[in-house]
């Protein structure tokens, strides 16, 4: 059974910084593509960012574009998301997915983690 666990969240002042883990068991983790995704209140789930099952490829949403980092650790299982200046509209329960092929669509992703929670003060 494929589990997804996400870490790392919390509360934090804008202009800071969190990093994100997602640890991944019960698939060939090196065999998928990882990504993020974000859902604020009353809002959709929406793409964060992504990368390929070698790594070789990341990808990112326009509003996360050079604050935020992907990046994977097969030797572990896990994919983090490293947040840089972050805003309060980056305030949302942060998901990660694994998906056959990176995609940043969310129907692409065929198992889900249970999320984590991003506050972000003003």
């Known amino acids: 059974q494929v589990q997804l666990v996400e870490s790392g969240g919390g509360k934090v002042q804008a202009g800071g910084s969190l990093r994100l883990s997602c640890a991944a068991s019960g698939r060939t983790f090196s065999s998928y593509a990882m990504g993020w995704f974000r859902q604020a209140p009353g809002k959709e789930r929406e793409f964060v960012s992504a990368i390929s099952w070698n790594g070789a490829g990341t990808y990112y949403a326009d509003s996360v574009k050079g604050r935020f980092t992907i990046s994977s650790d097969n030797a572990k299982n896990t994919v983090y998301l490293q947040m840089n200046s972050l805003k309060p509209e980056d305030t949302a329960v942060y998901y990660c997915?694994?998906?056959?092929?990176?995609?940043?669509?969310?129907?692409?992703?065929?198992?889900w983690g249970q999320g984590t929670q991003v506050t972000v003060s003003s």
């Open positions: 997915a694994s998906a056959w092929s990176v995609s940043t669509v969310a129907g692409a992703y065929d198992y």
